[in-house]
């Protein structure tokens, strides 16, 4: 596979890039520019389909990549989420950063292992604080594995959009309307915010803001999550 892959990147930086292409690298630093077509599950590895500058295809695994390259591969792999508690209150219940306007999200992808639940609010100190730290980490590390939902603490859609928009949060948020329904259903852990709570997709607690009724705070939640991409 390996020297395929050398093969083809040799080839393939001798031909003009046409099309909707990125760039690739191998383990040995070569790249090239290929489209990526699908991912498929080989007796355990993931391995792409690419196009090349001559319209051939190719398939490279993602152990012949560069690491980054790798995980770009592992992230495009799209494996159905299964049903989720939360499967209700997500799709169009849901509103995104748009710009500067909080619009309906219209297409949500499902995590397929953990939800983290943002208690916030505009009016909060200490969350004006925290947030920028939870979006360098959401930016930093997303991935198909988790999603965080913002449960607002607001009384009005402009100040969760001013919020929104001055902290540049890139994940959804749950509409206003039903905010205080979800609160009732889940009774998550905890009145004080910052608040952060990561669960499995059927709800159950794997780690909150909230030991044993003290608040420890959201980051010690944040840095739980980032322990589990390593496993």
Request: charged fraction near 25%; include cysteine; glycine fraction near 6%.
């Amino acid at each position: 596979m390996k020297s395929l892959l050398l093969a083809i990147l040799t080839v393939s930086l001798l031909s003009p890039a046409h099309g909707a292409v990125e760039t690739w690298t191998n383990k040995s630093g070569k790249s090239t520019q290929l489209e990526l077509i699908s991912v498929e599950e080989v007796y355990g590895r993931l391995v792409g389909e690419f196009k090349m500058m001559d319209g051939r295809t190719v398939k490279i695994g993602a152990i012949d990549l560069a690491d980054a390259d790798a995980k770009r591969l592992v992230d495009a792999y799209k494996k159905p989420a299964p049903p989720s508690v939360f499967d209700a209150w997500t799709g169009s219940n849901l509103l995104k950063l748009q710009g500067k306007n909080l619009k309906r999200l219209d297409t949500f992808e499902k995590p397929s292992k953990y939800y983290l639940f943002y208690y916030t609010a505009s009016w909060c100190g200490p969350c004006h604080r925290f947030t920028p730290t939870l979006v360098d980490f959401y930016n930093a590390n997303k991935n198909s594995e988790f999603e965080v939902i913002l449960i607002t603490s607001d009384s009005d859609e402009k100040d969760m959009e001013k919020y929104a928009a001055e902290m540049k949060m890139p994940w959804p948020q749950l509409k206003l309307s039903k905010t205080e329904r979800f609160k009732k259903e889940f009774h998550h852990p905890g009145t004080g915010i910052p608040n952060l709570v990561l669960t499995d997709l059927q709800g159950n607690l794997l780690k909150t803001s909230y030991v044993n009724g003290d608040y420890i705070g959201p980051t010690s939640v944040m840095n739980y999550l980032a322990t589990l991409f390593k496993k």
